[in-house]
């Protein structure tokens, strides 16, 4: 390697060499005290930004798409979706509207908590939103049911309920013409779940009102915005806590109520908090781990604690250097700690091996350190440059966190030359190795030793024919953009949301988009409604009923029958003998299958005897099935049922200014923009549902925004910054190559098996089924440092560093390369074992990468170098 560049290096490291020598005491306590102010600045002065949605450049087009979204109507980003489950529409309903209630009275730590299909409004206007069809046929039902809701009004307790029942049993009161079955089968339900140990309340409003109230289902959403500090690691910490002890407290007086958190926010922190699960004892075990290699590699107490000491140092002025020039890490830059260690520690490997081998050939301890200085100095300082040049070609980028994280990490990787080329040297000046015997690697079996030599023809058609055949698998390759993949799939945040993403209805992944007019978003809406991958449009007319005065005709009607009834519904003061009641009742049953033995509701009446026959004589006997229970599960959610039935008869006629502003605020922003919201027609949890959703909408309008477009438009952007910065730093990488080595072999010969070491690796990601995402994509720049750091290394040993008889794989610097890939992988080794599935893809790549990286370089290169056998 004689060529101007490296002969001014050259004449620099001896000059360097010659001041470390002279002065070690000096530039180690120099070292510390730099050190010492480093971490007094970081400490005092590096921030945490958490926010995702900077980790984009906020000039593409759906971050400006959803920030203006967001800035109309701001109570509806950073949501977290709180998903309220019941057995009944009622206890549903009663439960998320105290969960909401609890949630408002804490202010400190949620912005606006709502319940997006319920408050005065839409209860009172209930029944406006009914098909004529289906109203016609809840008011014929319900007209149906006056006598037995006129009875329980007055008589609102179980000898009240049986009582009505025993007169439509014996067909004594013909204005009762109600299917006794379903009431039938209802009560025999609730006397089985009680006997069962069961707390099961029987659903009134499924009987009567055909789920028509408003809660049409036995799940409702709660939206909580809460307050984020993302200056914090975990920004929705208190919000959550304070939400999950809320919950605790419901779910401990009502077991059979499920409620859960999800949305992007409850998403984003369970996902740090899977990362960071067990972090201590992986940390500790990665660390036992790489102390474990690095004593094998090096054999030296000293050399060992000099090379942590270095890797510390380093660390801790790279951290400084980030908090001078950045200010604070973000998600993906935080990753530089790791990214360090994997390529910092290699310059550190090296001088150690080389200085190990000198020593043990005889040198005296200063000659030694020289010697390594000067021999491996030019080659780590080329892999640093070659090295930061990737990291930062991403500077320019969209992807902002990785720029960031290529600012950092480009400067760490000359933080980790200057300590190695500084403090290590200073380190072994101080610290004097005495007695260094031979590394066990040059007794490796000659046969192992001479293989890339001796075999180089077939290795070089194997690797030939790999490079041809691996892009035709790499056809296949696939970025998986959706997030929610990435996460511990058993979190409850994640099977929540994948749960949503099946409705039409209650889908986190709708789209909104805004419009100046109205009129112009219902013409929108419309086109849109049509589209095949579309449920509904929804825009602010909709939520104005249509055909109002002839369902009122329907409603008047109906409250002229009911109305004063509903009114005076309330519990009896003093309630009759329960156990009398069902003693009573049960004589009744039998009474009347006796005279009609092929009663239409034969099968539920003796079902019931019986159910009630087993209750009282365990009743009687055991404190946990009690007689108030029972009353309390079959008629505790009758007065709920007829409160929503009474206010949903006093509907009037409205229009669109007849609005509430609790309605209007979702829909109209204060800039008089129109909110239209898309919800999807497929399942969203299938990736080509996601894509044509999407696509088709955008066909239509592109300035449509939410997570399915975001996470859509944020794959592409990382994929083609990616793309842009790693076709920018190997051009880069070559020209500096060329110009500094002077060699196109030489070039070609570090170049090469990078390249090919990157086909293999991602081929073999094809063939595991192991997708580039948000996460694993960020170990590609650790990846390429490696790769062309140990094809410098490599090269420059075959072309300026062998003597006389010496075989590559039994030097310092294939042991050097060996071991600091050894390192890498043991330090990422539990990564593929951690429940983030993110963070297990990436350990898996590495893995893969630095297996394939080790293969090219300490095999192919050698057999592509035209060396012979030693």
């Given at each position: 390697m004689s060529n101007p560049s490296s002969s001014m290096f050259d004449t620099f490291l001896c000059w360097w060499g010659v001041k470390i020598l002279r002065y070690p005491w000096l530039l180690i306590l120099f070292t510390f005290l730099i050190c010492g102010a480093s971490l007094h600045y970081t400490m005092n002065n590096l921030g945490v930004n958490t926010n995702t949605a900077e980790m984009l450049s906020q000039d593409l087009p759906f971050q400006k798409?959803?920030?203006?979204?967001?800035?109309?109507?701001?109570?509806?980003?950073?949501?977290?979706?709180?998903?309220?489950?019941?057995?009944?529409?009622?206890?549903?309903?009663?439960?998320?509207?105290?969960?909401?209630?609890?949630?408002?009275?804490?202010?400190?730590?949620?912005?606006?908590?709502?319940?997006?299909?319920?408050?005065?409004?839409?209860?009172?206007?209930?029944?406006?939103?009914?098909?004529?069809?289906?109203?016609?046929?809840?008011?014929?039902?319900?007209?149906?049911?006056?006598?037995?809701?006129?009875?329980?009004?007055?008589?609102?307790?179980?000898?009240?309920?049986?009582?009505?029942?025993?007169?439509?049993?014996?067909?004594?009161?013909?204005?009762?013409?109600?299917?006794?079955?379903?009431?039938?089968?209802?009560?025999?339900?609730?006397?089985?779940?009680?006997?069962?140990?069961?707390?099961?309340?029987?659903?009134?409003?499924?009987?009567?009102?055909?789920?028509?109230?408003?809660?049409?289902?036995?799940?409702?959403?709660?939206?909580?915005?809460?307050?984020?500090?993302?200056?914090?690691?975990?920004?929705?910490?208190?919000?959550?806590?304070?939400?999950?002890?809320?919950?605790?407290?419901?779910?401990?007086?009502?077991?059979?109520?499920?409620?859960?958190?999800?949305?992007?926010?409850?998403?984003?922190?369970?996902?740090l908090e899977s990362v960071t699960e067990g972090a201590a004892?992986?940390?500790?075990?990665?660390?036992?781990?790489?102390?474990?290699?690095?004593?094998?590699?090096?054999?030296?107490?000293?050399?060992?604690?000099?090379?942590?000491?270095?890797?510390?140092?380093?660390?801790?002025?790279t951290a400084g250097f980030a908090t001078l020039a950045i200010g604070h890490l973000n998600l993906i830059s935080i990753a530089f700690a790791v990214l360090y260690i994997g390529l910092g520690v290699d310059y550190a490997i090296h001088i150690c091996l080389h200085y190990r081998e000198c020593r043990a050939n005889g040198l005296e301890n200063k000659v030694a350190i020289t010697e390594s200085i000067h021999t491996v100095g030019f080659s780590i300082f080329l892999c640093a440059v070659t090295t930061s040049m990737g990291f930062l070609a991403f500077i320019p980028t969209d992807y902002s966190g990785v720029s960031e994280l290529g600012i950092i990490s480009g400067m760490g990787m000359f933080i980790g030359l200057a300590i190695s080329l500084t403090l290590i040297p200073a380190l072994l000046t101080v610290f004097v190795i005495k007695e260094v015997k031979p590394l066990p690697s040059a007794s490796t079996p000659l046969a192992i030793a001479n293989f890339p030599f001796q075999f180089a023809k077939p290795i070089r058609i194997v690797a030939i024919a790999l490079a041809v055949l691996s892009p035709l698998v790499l056809t296949q390759l696939t970025f998986d953009s959706n997030p929610i993949n990435l996460r511990d799939p058993s979190s409850e945040s994640v099977v929540t949301v994948?749960?949503?993403?099946?409705?039409?209805?209650?889908?986190?992944?709708?789209?909104?988009?805004?419009?100046?007019?109205?009129?112009?978003?219902?013409?929108?809406?419309?086109?849109?409604?049509?589209?095949?991958?579309?449920?509904?449009?929804?825009?602010?007319?909709?939520?104005?009923?249509?055909?109002?005065?002839?369902?009122?005709?329907?409603?008047?009607?109906?409250?002229?029958?009911?109305?004063n009834q509903l009114s005076q519904f309330k519990p009896q003061a003093i309630k009759p003998d329960t156990r009398s009641a069902l003693l009573e009742f049960q004589r009744e049953i039998t009474e009347v299958l006796k005279k009609q033995p092929q009663h239409p509701a034969k099968i539920n009446l003796e079902k019931l005897a019986a159910q009630i026959h087993a209750f009282v004589r365990i009743a009687d006997n055991h404190a946990k099935v009690d007689y108030p229970m029972l009353e309390d599960n079959i008629l505790g959610l009758l007065p709920y049922t007829m409160e929503r039935l009474r206010m949903s008869l006093t509907a009037y006629p409205y229009e669109l200014k007849d609005l509430p502003e609790t309605v209007t605020q979702h829909w109209k922003s204060p800039n008089g923009l129109y909110r239209i919201l898309i919800t999807p027609e497929f399942d969203q949890n299938i990736p080509e549902n996601q894509k044509h959703f999407v696509e088709e909408v955008q066909s239509i309008d592109n300035t449509v925004t939410g997570l399915s477009v975001a996470d859509q438009a944020s794959g592409i952007a990382v994929v083609n910054a990616f793309i842009e910065a790693f076709a920018g730093a190997l051009i880069a990488i070559v020209v500096l190559l060329l110009l500094i080595l002077r060699n196109i072999k030489n070039t070609l010969l570090v170049v090469c098996p990078l390249i090919l070491?990157?086909?293999?690796?991602?081929?073999?990601?094809?063939?595991?089924?192991?997708?580039?995402?948000?996460?694993?994509?960020?170990?590609?720049?650790?990846?390429?440092?490696?790769?062309?750091?140990?094809?410098?290394?490599?090269?420059?040993?075959?072309?300026?560093?062998?003597?006389?008889?010496?075989?590559?794989?039994?030097?310092?610097?294939?042991?050097?390369?060996?071991?600091?890939?050894?390192?890498?992988?043991?330090?990422?080794?539990?990564l593929a074992f951690t429940p983030h599935v993110g963070t297990a893809s990436m350990g898996l790549l590495l893995a893969l990468g630095i297996f394939f990286t080790l293969i090219c370089t300490l095999i192919i290169l050698p057999a592509f170098s035209g060396k012979k056998v030693a």
């Open positions: 798409n959803r920030k203006r979204v967001e800035a109309e109507f701001p109570q509806d980003a950073n949501a977290i979706i709180m998903v309220v489950e019941a057995r009944t529409p009622e206890e549903t309903s009663l439960a998320a509207n105290s969960l909401a209630q609890q949630l408002q009275l804490q202010p400190e730590f949620f912005e606006s908590v709502y319940i997006p299909t319920e408050n005065d409004f839409f209860k009172q206007q209930a029944l406006l939103y009914l098909d004529e069809d289906e109203l016609a046929e809840l008011a014929q039902k319900l007209t149906e049911a006056q006598p037995f809701i006129g009875h329980l009004a007055q008589n609102y307790h179980l000898q009240g309920l049986f009582s009505i029942i025993t007169q439509a049993l014996k067909q004594e009161d013909n204005d009762l013409p109600m299917d006794l079955n379903p009431l039938l089968k209802a009560i025999n339900q609730s006397f089985e779940e009680q006997l069962k140990g069961n707390n099961y309340h029987l659903s009134w409003q499924d009987l009567l009102a055909a789920k028509r109230l408003n809660t049409d289902t036995k799940r409702t959403i709660v939206m909580v915005k809460p307050k984020l500090n993302y200056d914090e690691i975990l920004p929705a910490e208190h919000a959550l806590t304070v939400a999950r002890k809320t919950v605790r407290q419901m779910l401990a007086q009502n077991s059979s109520l499920n409620i859960r958190m999800t949305g992007e926010v409850a998403l984003e922190h369970e996902e004892i992986a940390g500790i075990v990665s660390f036992v781990l790489v102390i474990t290699s690095l004593w094998f590699g090096l054999r030296s107490i000293k050399l060992l604690f000099a090379t942590l000491i270095a890797l510390i140092a380093g660390l801790i002025l994948k749960e949503l993403l099946r409705s039409k209805n209650d889908s986190p992944f709708t789209l909104s988009t805004l419009s100046n007019d109205l009129s112009e978003a219902q013409s929108r809406a419309e086109k849109l409604s049509n589209l095949k991958t579309v449920h509904e449009a929804i825009t602010l007319s909709d939520l104005v009923a249509t055909n109002q005065e002839e369902k009122l005709f329907i409603i008047e009607d109906l409250d002229l029958i009911l109305g070491a990157a086909l293999l690796t991602g081929a073999s990601n094809v063939l595991l089924n192991n997708p580039f995402n948000f996460a694993n994509i960020i170990a590609l720049p650790l990846l390429m440092g490696m790769g062309v750091d140990s094809g410098v290394h490599i090269m420059h040993r075959l072309h300026a560093g062998l003597n006389n008889g010496e075989n590559l794989l039994q030097s310092s610097t294939a042991r050097g390369v060996f071991f600091s890939s050894l390192t890498t992988m043991c330090s990422f080794s539990s």
